[in-house]
């Protein structure tokens, strides 16, 4: 039966519900405070419930608020929960809370917190990886970790898919103590200098209707026993982060920003039509000798620039194979996307080759991009293939589909007529 609240001496008490409401702050949030000392109930009723006097929340209400914009000798804990809080309650529209995340996470790395790594991240399934991961802020990762990590998902288990999955904190004090069962998962924390680790799940609701919809994860370069506060404390961030992000429709907004770049097809036709006119324009000129042949990587050149692939890469045609990608020329002085570029190159390669003897179009899913191959006759009569990678996550590929259709088309022109040259030029010897 409940339990109602009962004035003493006149005294209205709150119950933690509304003490929350009040702090604006998330529930499970003032529980794990209550828990870790943060603040003291000043009644606790016979069936346990907490309950507060008004004062003792307004004075932790000004705590919460003065540690919002804290300095270094403050409270860590109440520094991140505080600024957390102060998003949550009702920021103006114009407030960035990815830049609130990413000034919070701050305050658990070094010289204020203990972590050497942090990261925010946000779940974005697909139908290859349920799992799969958006990072909204991070602090302190290696970029090689990060690229080991999407080259082996989503096949690889880490930590963090664990924690998703099951809902529940993955906590290790020390990896050399006790090494985590997947054995290329563990291989790629410990290249990358990591000890001790732990993931916190960011759920929305409770019960039946929890849903996990990101990850918080710190990680150490030496062993971290992590205390009953700690994780008092970073299941708080981690329920703070919950409301942030739902009460920003930041879930939303990055979930449709997933499909962003899609192509229309109306651009796709575009495309598509300056690809054969290109093909068939050079060996025109080719033939009347006013220029040379063209190559297959004048047209792949061309695909990448004009649809924004990341890469692409044909295989089989004459010359063959030819790959290209979207920053051939530039300099970038971003050596994380560089190294991400390379692999995306090299998983496509790899993807075409499959797709040669495939049967039609393959689709898949990648951290952060989309990447689809399709086999296509030659002009030898041989298997080919053609394929390319695209930024976010795309579920429809009808107009990828003609693009790659169109440029395999513009290949077999070019092909077809450096075949034709090569057999006159042995003929004539």
Not at 68 to 78: E, F, I, K, S
Not at 402 to 414: N, P
Request: charged share 20%; net charge neutral; proline share 5%.
């Amino acid at each position: 039966m409940y339990e109602r609240d009962r004035d003493v001496a006149g005294e209205h008490w709150m119950g933690v519900q509304e003490a929350a409401t009040y702090l604006g702050i998330h529930r499970a949030t003032l529980f794990r405070a209550i828990n870790s000392g943060m603040i003291i109930a000043d009644y606790t009723t016979p069936k346990g419930r907490a309950r507060f006097r008004q004062e003792t929340v307004d004075v932790f209400k000004e705590k919460l608020k003065a540690q919002a914009t804290g300095h270094l000798h403050t409270d860590v804990p109440v520094q991140v929960l505080a600024r957390l809080a102060h998003l949550c309650a009702g920021t103006s529209p114009s407030t960035n809370p990815v830049a609130v995340i990413k000034e919070v996470i701050q305050f658990l790395c070094p010289p204020v917190g203990s972590f050497d790594m942090v990261v925010v991240a946000m779940r974005v399934p697909d139908e290859h990886d349920p799992f799969a991961l958006r990072i909204l802020a991070e602090q302190g990762f290696p970029k090689q970790l990060k690229a080991a990590y999407e080259y082996l998902r989503p096949c690889e288990v880490f930590p963090v898919i664990t924690a998703m999955s099951t809902g529940a904190p993955v906590i290790c004090d020390d990896i050399r103590s006790r090494p985590y069962p997947h054995a290329s998962a563990l291989r790629a924390m410990t290249q990358n200098g990591v000890v001790s680790y732990a993931a916190f799940p960011i759920a929305t609701g409770s019960g039946r209707t929890r849903a996990v919809i990101g990850t918080l994860v710190v990680c150490g370069r030496s062993p971290h026993k992590f205390s009953r506060r700690d994780e008092l404390f970073l299941g708080g961030v981690a329920d703070a982060l919950s409301a942030c992000i739902t009460n920003s429709a930041l879930r939303e907004t990055i979930i449709q920003t997933d499909d962003a770049n899609t192509l229309d097809s109306e651009t796709a036709l575009t495309v598509a039509s300056d690809l054969l006119e290109t093909a068939y324009d050079h060996v025109r000129r080719a033939r009347t000798g006013t220029q040379l042949a063209p190559g297959i990587g004048l047209l792949c050149d061309l695909f990448t620039r004009r649809s924004y692939a990341l890469a692409t890469w044909v295989d089989g045609f004459l010359p063959e194979p030819y790959s290209a990608n979207s920053e051939t020329g530039e300099t970038r002085g971003d050596d994380e996307e560089d190294v991400k570029l390379a692999q995306y190159r090299s998983n496509l390669k790899s993807l075409v080759v499959r797709t040669r003897l495939g049967h039609g179009l393959t689709r898949e899913q990648w951290s952060g991009a989309t990447a689809v191959a399709l086999p296509t006759p030659l002009p030898s009569g041989a298997p080919g293939a053609v394929g390319a990678v695209w930024r976010g996550r795309r579920v429809d590929v009808v107009a990828e589909e003609i693009l790659l259709s169109t440029l395999a088309s513009a290949c077999a022109v070019v092909s077809q007529y450096t075949m034709m040259e090569s057999d006159y030029s042995r003929k004539r010897a």
